[in-house]
C-alpha cells in the first residue's frame, strides 16, 4: 500500500505533466495566432508598398497618377490609405497638390 508522501509526488508529477500540456497548448494556440497576424499584415503591408511603387512610377504623368491613387482607394484599408497619404504629403504634396487634397478630401467628407 502506498504511503501518503509517494501519493503526494505522484499528485504533484500529475499536476506538473498538466500544467505542461496546458502551456503547451496555449504556447502553440498564441504562436498560431501570431502566425496568422504576420500574415494579415505582409498581406496589407504588400499592398500599400505595391501602390507606393506605382505612383512612382507613374508620377511623370497627371493622368496615370490621378489613375493610380484612385485605384489605392479600392485596394487598401484605412489605415493603410492614412499612411498613404502621409507619404504622399512627404513626397508629392507640391507636385500634385490638387489630385491628392480633391481625392482624400472626398474620401473623409
Same mark, same amino acid.
Given at each position: 500500500?502506498? &504511503?501518503?508522501?509517494? =501519493?503526494?509526488?505522484?499528485? #504533484?508529477?500529475?499536476? /506538473?505533466? @498538466? $500544467?505542461?500540456? +496546458?502551456?503547451? &497548448?496555449?504556447?502553440? =494556440?498564441?504562436?498560431?495566432? #501570431?502566425?496568422?497576424? /504576420?500574415? @494579415? $499584415?505582409?498581406? +496589407?503591408?504588400?499592398?500599400?508598398?505595391?501602390?507606393?511603387?506605382?505612383?512612382?512610377?507613374?508620377?511623370?504623368?497627371?493622368?496615370?497618377?490621378?489613375?493610380?491613387?484612385?485605384?489605392?482607394?479600392?485596394?487598401?484599408?484605412?489605415?493603410?490609405?492614412?499612411?498613404?497619404?502621409?507619404?504622399?504629403?512627404?513626397?508629392?504634396?507640391?507636385?500634385?497638390?490638387?489630385?491628392?487634397?480633391?481625392?482624400?478630401?472626398?474620401?473623409?467628407?
Amino acid at each position: 500500500m502506498p &504511503n501518503c508522501e509517494s =501519493i503526494f509526488v505522484i499528485s #504533484i508529477k500529475s499536476i /506538473i505533466i @498538466i $500544467l505542461k500540456n +496546458m502551456l503547451f &497548448n496555449e504556447f502553440k =494556440i498564441l504562436t498560431e495566432y #501570431i502566425f496568422n497576424n /504576420i500574415k @494579415i $499584415l505582409n498581406k +496589407m503591408s504588400n499592398l500599400l508598398i505595391h501602390q507606393k511603387l506605382n505612383l512612382v512610377n507613374v508620377s511623370y504623368s497627371n493622368e496615370l497618377f490621378q489613375q493610380e491613387l484612385r485605384k489605392s482607394f479600392h485596394l487598401l484599408n484605412q489605415n493603410e490609405l492614412d499612411e498613404l497619404y502621409s507619404w504622399l504629403n512627404l513626397n508629392f504634396i507640391t507636385k500634385y497638390p490638387n489630385i491628392i487634397g480633391a481625392l482624400f478630401e472626398r474620401t473623409t467628407v
